[in-house]
């Protein structure tokens, strides 16, 4: 069965109640034929206004985080119940601002990935390698490593989404070429394969993110094995729309 697209948003640390439910309030129509699944990710504080804006509409709303224990004395963070009692399906996990600004680590990674499954929450587990990395051939290593210990004890890995980012390409302008971008998610759906079997790897939707916008989304999601985009910037405007809407 082919694999439905799946157009997601990181809004990072921006937006407020009013700005979010405006922005919302102007895509519902836009996004109303889309054909793909549509998220928005925002910040923690924003779900509950922001559920109740998207409601009726295309748009599911996911977070940005959540903590590996069910509960307890762990202040300042946010369980996976919490977020389903909002309704919240989606979970992005080890973005790249988390692993280098707030200590994401591939085994932190891992135990929260654990956690939103057994919750019924859709991980969008995040993987990609710095220029350095890149330019040093270092790429494969680094996805494998990030694969293999991120995903380590999944027992359905269908249940997911990945989102391949180079680190390079996140808000910075530079987007992976098409070729790159499908060569590199190429490799990532065969590691995949290796990792829990072939036709579960190729149920497995993957996404490319890293200054993906409306004028190169066309070319990204034409690639075979790109199902969709993690779209930062261009989450924040009604240029979001004309992403879900690349097919058209
Ligand atoms: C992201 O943060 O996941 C991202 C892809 O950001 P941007 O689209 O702004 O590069």
Redesign the pocket.
Known sequence: MARKPFIAG?W?MNMTVESGKQLIAELKPLVKEAKCDVALCVPAILIPAMVKAAKGSKIKIGAQNVHFAERGAYTGEISAEMLKDYGVKYV?IG???RRQYFGETDDTVNKRTLTALANGLTPIV?VGETLSEREGNQTEKVLDKQLTEGLNGVEDVTKLVI?Y?PVW????GKTATDEQAQETIKYIRKKLGKLFGVKNANKVKIQY?????AGNCKGLMAQPDIDGG??????LKTDFATIVNFDK
């Open positions: 990181n990072k992005i973005h790249s601002e995040c989102a980012e390409a996140i808000g910075t993110g890293g200054s993906m916008n993690l779209i930062g910037g261009a989450s």
